[in-house]
């Protein structure tokens, strides 16, 4: 059984309400996204406010928190209200497709970890569904929604399986916002990638693609890349 609570160095997650618990896709995206010079940060899909709150420890912006599920939403508020950041951080429950219709506010940073499975077995937990499976939340929305709420130059960062990667881009193009980065997230160096973060701007720029390796050969041995990526938030790193 998961643990209720998952302690960073600045901040505790819990999450025992929240059907997806604190895992390292999450991390790798919160840690790679460049906050440094946004101002107002869209995170969809907050979960257990993982992201939000380490967009908050990265950056002095202001950040939003959407999330559908409403167990999800009352984990994330719980650890807004435990953080440091209760002032930077504002959740909303709302579906995104109704939030991006119905705002005139522009982000410079949107974040999001999608549910990625289309057609893959459900489980008899509708939270649980709701968190993984993309009927809720098709990535033509995400990429819709974003090309309204992204400022000029902002960015949109996402985190999905390498193998929807073409396809995602495609989609992307279609409104008007394309990859300036691809980072592939190996799990060792004997592996191939299964994740990658792709950043989405409006303007056309030539990709910059490289790698994350997170282990060594040898279970639990992180690569010195990780290690600096991610010790400003790991307990043990």
């Not at 600045?10 to 929240?18: N, P």
């Not at 937990?125 to 992204?150: M, T, V």
């Not at 929807?164 to 592939?184: H, R």
């Not at 792709?198 to 992180?222: A, P, Q």
Request: hydrophobic residues 40%.
């Amino acid at each position: 059984m998961a643990n209720n609570y998952f302690q960073f160095k600045q901040f505790k997650i819990m999450q025992d309400k929240a059907a997806m618990k604190v895992g390292v896709d999450g991390v790798l995206l919160g840690a790679i996204t460049d906050f440094s010079i946004s101002k107002k940060i869209l995170d969809i899909g907050s979960g257990t406010g993982l992201i939000s709150l380490m967009a908050a420890q990265k950056s002095n912006a202001k950040i939003t928190a959407l999330e559908i599920e409403s167990n999800a939403y009352n984990q994330t508020l719980e650890n807004i209200e435990i953080s440091p950041w209760q002032n930077k951080i504002t959740a909303i429950n709302i579906d995104f497709i109704e939030f991006w219709k119905n705002i005139d506010e522009k982000f410079d940073t949107i974040v999001c970890n999608p549910p990625f499975f289309e057609k893959s077995y459900k489980s008899d937990k509708e939270q649980r569904n709701i968190a993984r499976h993309n009927e809720n939340l098709p990535f033509d929305e995400i990429f819709k929604g974003s090309e309204k709420l992204l400022t000029d130059k902002g960015t949109l960062n996402l985190i999905f399986p390498i193998e929807a990667l073409s396809k995602i881009i495609i989609i992307g193009n279609k409104y008007k916002l394309f990859p300036e980065k691809v980072i592939e997230i190996k799990p060792n160096f004997n592996k191939k990638a299964k994740r990658v973060v792709v950043v989405f701007s409006k303007e056309k720029k030539e990709i910059k693609k490289t790698e994350l390796i997170i282990e060594t050969e040898e279970r639990h041995v992180y690569t010195e890349e990780y290690i600096n990526l991610t010790k400003e938030f790991y307990l043990k790193m």
